[in-house]
């Protein structure tokens, strides 16, 4: 039960947690990864739009597909 709900909010940690940096944070601590990007060519905008909506997929896709899949395995097991 532990490991399922360990497992749990790995998954929207790791679903989450690069698209909201580089959306979100980055501007908040001074680009970073983001700087790279705009180095290699790629327009801050594009990026920034780009993973916003890999944010919003992301989401739909743990609210919609995972997060049932683990509330029917809590209430199997319970």
Known sequence: MLLRAIAYYATLIFLCLDPLYLSVISHLVGGGDLNG??????????????????????LFIFFKLVYPSYKQKFMEST
């Not at 990007?37 to 992301?58: R, S």
């Open 37 to 58: 990007m705009v180095l290699v060519g790629v327009p801050e905008t594009v990026a920034v739009i780009f993973f916003l909506a890999l944010l919003a997929l992301n």
